[in-house]
């Protein structure tokens, strides 16, 4: 069986192209569901955050109307090594087979320019070990940088979370940067399917989903890399 390193975002708010900051976190559907997946196939998780830190989820994503009218608070509370994971900085990639990154605005503010991260993404695909991330997760993918610095996500083929969604959350126009804009910058080549419906893409061992509704999906992508 395999293990799989989940690196969740460590972030409690995101900062607005004001200054502003709103609260935030993971999102609970995008780390729940391929967790429950994952383990489900016999598979073992580990988690890590920068420094270490307990991530939170955003509150949003914790309303029933958000997880199928389930209350998700006691499974993700159940999970001991969400509770205490360990820092993303004492990570050794080589004791894991395959990297998730959940999404959430969350990795907006933190991943986005964690270098220990971005080394780790590069590292993994550089060692055709699968990395599979989801919505704002592809955020974790700006600091990641080739041997020869220069992007990784340059000439891929990617998903992430679009900017007619942002738009429709009603977050585009206060954001610093939108993370579909930001990823195009860099080189990738990114498709998007329609609003809020599953939507996955795979280039080599970076897979990526669009969207909290393209989690299940995109674990299960993983899950075929892993049997």
Known sequence: MATVLFVVTGAR?????????????????????????????GHSVTFATPGGVTPVADEVSLAPDANGGADVRPDLDAIDGLQHPMKLEDVVLGDYDAVFYPGGHGPMEDLAQDATS?????????GSKPVAIVCHGPAALLPARTSAGEPV????????????EE???????????????????????VS??????????VDGDLLTGQNPASSEALAKKLLERLS
């Open 192 to 201: 998007t399917g329609p609003a809020w419906q599953p939507f996955t893409v």
């Open 167 to 189: 738009k429709a959350a009603g977050k585009a126009d206060k954001a610093k940067w939108l993370l579909e804009d930001r990823l195009r910058e860099l080189g990738a080549d």
């Open 153 to 164: 996500v340059a000439g891929r083929k990617i998903t992430g979370f679009s900017n007619e």
């Open 118 to 126: 971005g080394k780790l993404i590069a590292d993994a695909l550089k």
């Open 13 to 41: 708010s995101w900062t607005l192209a004001d200054g502003s900051s709103v609260p935030t976190g993971y999102w609970a559907e995008e780390l729940l569901t391929p967790y429950r997946l994952i383990t489900g196939a």
